[in-house]
């Protein structure tokens, strides 16, 4: 990397970090520059000559990430392939699925014993031991790249460990450290902030706040008591946490997850989340990695409420560079809302009103993760369609952990708070899509109709628009780890029934017509195949959701100014739906083709849980790659 290019770099983002600082530290703004910009030009000169060619390619490739074909898939990395050489094992198995992605998560150092899934951080420098050394993460990262596919890692933003080098030292009387995070010498100022405060986990961890008797002082304690907040309102937090940035970058790390993002700046009063600091800080954070490392960009963990989502894409007033990459929430939970209700309406009306990524930007789709889902449908949107937001969302709720009369969903209730009638749930997609339900009862419909259930709401994120990303195991039809209530560390944990193991058997099973695995599987390479020849999903697309005439058919349509439109349709009831003429009017009346390979004789008619993409015949076969 030459100094000429690090300067113009540098010159490039220089208002971008000049103005995010000046909104986070008025005062003391240039000097936090002139230390982020060190720090950035250092990394920059520190890249390996694979990653500064990766660098020089990316800056003439801008929209690589935006590409139709990109495919996700989120793992545990001891879950996927017992450590990080197993995981290079499983390399193959990713190739022939379509990914292109892969986001593993629990690799750094977490702490001995309950780690909250591996997000209470002691070391963001090192994987955990258990899973092998630095070496063997930079040799899978680069096996991962020369065989076409993305790292993603999770930079854990909100808080660190107990164990964490800094907490250590804080609590061993350093001034410094301890100024990295929240503290309070009595009860006044926590029980001021808990006024407005909610409980992220009620149940396992209540209240905000915790007693650390070496420190005589509170600790602001989010999550859980062994996760300390990190005071991003002092700039050296902002410092540090860019030194680690950095350092993943510097890994070959292509895609930067900012877990929590939106707890990071508290303000009293307020619940203390989705504060402007927040998206001020991912800004810096952007800025810092666009000097060193413009191979790799920037995923915003905020699973918010419609409102606050398209922000963390840089949305606001004037547009900002921000993340390039968000989680659509918003549509994860419609989806579910949609096969609960067999009813479009509300994701007709909720997904209607978002406004559109900025440019350069685009959506992560996902059906489910390695949490909970949290059902957040807002009044707003509930209203629209003459439905009640918190009725809704106690059905949904019901609904999926089996509760409700002929609910399929075999899901478990995650962190229920009695007061606030708040309710998430856990569980792989089979058991919450009926699989597991049609397996128990031994009735092959049942099963048919879940597995149809999975791929459509696959179907959806896949065609939407976005990066869609597979959580492991999905695209086998695998389900819930029942084994997680024997080991003392999990079992007050039901988010551990969604994170089994990797299984050999149904990996087994996946050329296999006869078996769900096989039937899951070929529906998954289907969804893969047919977001490389629609040209229309290219992330500089626009989607417009519409009216499809029928309350069970969701409809959408992705407009791109190059290649033209596509038509989505999905059908979320078991009995068979007819659409009205008009919503085919997207598609200019041109000879249409099915991209998912249904037949095209009657365009107006969906059978059970059906998904359509449409298309002009012919014009995905002969676009030029791009």
């Known amino acids: 990397?030459?100094?000429?290019?690090?300067?113009?770099?540098?010159?490039?983002?220089?208002?971008?970090?000049?103005?995010?600082?000046?909104?986070?530290?008025?005062?003391?703004?240039?000097?936090?520059?002139?230390?982020?910009?060190?720090?950035?030009?250092?990394?920059?000169?520190?890249?390996?000559?694979?990653?500064?060619?990766?660098?020089?390619?990316?800056?003439?490739?801008?929209?690589?990430?935006?590409?139709p074909g990109r495919v996700g898939y989120a793992a545990y990395a001891d879950r996927l392939g017992g450590d990080l050489q197993g995981v290079a094992r499983r390399i193959g198995y990713l190739r022939e699925l379509g990914v292109d992605v892969l986001h593993l998560m629990s690799v750094l150092r977490g702490r001995a014993g309950n780690s909250d899934g591996g997000y209470a951080i002691d070391d963001y420098r090192r994987p955990d031991p258990a899973l092998g050394t630095l070496s063997d993460l930079e040799e899978l990262i680069g096996?991962?790249?020369?065989?076409?596919?993305?790292?993603?890692?999770?930079?854990?933003?909100?808080?660190?460990?107990?164990?964490?080098?800094?907490?250590?030292?804080?609590?061993?009387?350093?001034?410094?450290?301890?100024?990295?995070?929240?503290?309070?010498?009595?009860?006044?100022?926590?029980?001021?902030?808990?006024?407005?405060?909610?409980?992220?986990?009620?149940?396992?961890?209540?209240?905000?706040?915790?007693?650390?008797?070496?420190?005589?002082?509170?600790?602001?304690?989010?999550?859980?008591?062994?996760?300390?907040?990190?005071?991003?309102?002092?700039?050296?937090?902002?410092?540090?946490?860019?030194?680690?940035l950095l350092h993943l970058a510097n890994l070959g790390v292509e895609i930067v997850r900012l877990d929590a993002v939106a707890f990071t700046w508290k303000r009293l009063g307020t619940n203390s989340q989705n504060q402007p600091e927040a998206h001020l800080i991912a800004q810096a954070l952007r800025a810092a990695l666009g000097i060193a490392a413009p191979a790799s960009i920037l995923l915003a963990e905020a699973i918010v409420g419609p409102d606050d989502l398209v922000p963390y894409l840089g949305?606001?007033?004037?547009?900002?560079?921000?993340?390039?990459?968000?989680?659509?929430?918003?549509?994860?939970?419609?989806?579910?809302?949609?096969?609960?209700?067999?009813?479009?309406?509300?994701?007709?009306?909720?997904?209607?009103?978002?406004?559109?990524?900025?440019?350069?930007?685009?959506?992560?789709?996902?059906?489910?993760?390695?949490?909970?889902?949290?059902?957040?449908?807002?009044?707003?949107?509930?209203?629209?369609?003459?439905?009640?937001?918190?009725?809704h969302r106690r059905f949904l709720a019901q609904f999926y952990r089996g509760d409700f009369p002929m609910s399929f969903g075999r899901g478990t209730a995650f962190s229920a708070n009695p007061q606030t009638g708040d309710e998430r749930t856990c569980g792989m997609a089979s058991a919450l899509?009926?699989?597991?339900?049609?397996?128990?009862?031994?009735?092959?419909?049942?099963?048919?109709?879940?597995?149809?259930?999975?791929l459509l709401l696959y179907a959806l994120a896949f065609g939407f628009g976005g990066v869609p990303m597979i959580y492991m195991g999905d695209e086998l039809g695998l389900g819930d780890d029942e084994t997680n209530q024997v080991d003392p560390?999990?079992?007050?944990?039901?988010?551990?029934?969604?994170?089994?193991?990797?299984?050999?058997?149904?990996?087994?099973?996946?050329?296999?017509?006869?078996?769900?695995?096989?039937?899951?599987?070929?529906?998954?390479?289907?969804?893969?195949?047919?977001?490389?020849?629609?040209?229309?999903?290219?992330?500089?697309?626009?989607?417009?959701?519409?009216?499809?005439?029928?309350?069970?058919?969701?409809?959408?349509?992705?407009?791109h100014s190059r290649y033209g439109p596509m038509l989505g349709l999905a059908n979320v009831s078991e009995t068979t739906a007819y659409v009205s003429p008009d919503v085919l009017a997207v598609l200019d009346l041109r000879p249409i083709v099915d991209l998912l390979g249904l037949e095209t004789s009657d365009l107006l008619r969906l059978g059970p849980f059906a998904v359509r993409w449409l298309s002009a015949d012919g014009l995905y076969r002969t676009a030029p790659a791009v």
């Open 1 to 67: 990397m030459t100094d000429m290019e690090v300067r113009a770099r540098v010159e490039d983002w220089h208002d971008d970090l000049a103005s995010a600082l000046a909104g986070l530290y008025p005062g003391q703004a240039q000097a936090v520059g002139a230390a982020v910009v060190a720090r950035a030009s250092a990394a920059a000169r520190a890249r390996t000559a694979a990653l500064v060619a990766l660098d020089r390619e990316r800056e003439r490739d801008v929209d690589w990430y935006l590409r």
């Open 143 to 244: 096996s991962l790249r020369d065989a076409g596919i993305s790292t993603c890692l999770d930079l854990v933003m909100n808080h660190t460990s107990s164990d964490h080098e800094w907490a250590v030292r804080a609590r061993q009387g350093s001034a410094y450290h301890r100024g990295l995070y929240l503290t309070f010498p009595d009860r006044t100022g926590p029980d001021d902030y808990e006024a407005t405060l909610p409980e992220v986990f009620p149940t396992m961890s209540p209240g905000n706040f915790t007693w650390v008797e070496q420190m005589q002082a509170w600790v602001w304690t989010t999550f859980r008591e062994f996760q300390w907040d990190l005071n991003w309102a002092n700039p050296d937090v902002l410092v540090e946490m860019t030194d680690v």
């Open 489 to 559: 560390e999990r079992a007050g944990d039901s988010r551990w029934r969604h994170r089994p193991a990797m299984d050999e058997t149904q990996m087994s099973e996946r050329h296999d017509p006869h078996t769900v695995a096989g039937t899951v599987w070929a529906g998954f390479r289907r969804l893969v195949e047919a977001r490389k020849a629609c040209r229309s999903l290219h992330g500089t697309g626009t989607v417009e959701v519409l009216d499809s005439g029928h309350p069970s058919v969701f409809a959408w349509a992705r407009h």
């Open 315 to 391: 949305e606001h007033e004037r547009q900002r560079r921000e993340c390039q990459l968000a989680y659509h929430n918003q549509l994860m939970v419609q989806g579910w809302s949609m096969l609960a209700s067999r009813d479009a309406r509300l994701a007709t009306a909720a997904l209607g009103r978002l406004p559109q990524p900025p440019a350069g930007t685009t959506w992560l789709t996902y059906v489910r993760c390695h949490d909970d889902i949290g059902w957040a449908v807002s009044d707003l949107d509930a209203a629209s369609v003459g439905w009640d937001g918190r009725a």
């Open 433 to 454: 899509c009926g699989v597991a339900a049609g397996l128990e009862a031994g009735d092959p419909a049942q099963v048919g109709q879940g597995t149809a259930r999975l």
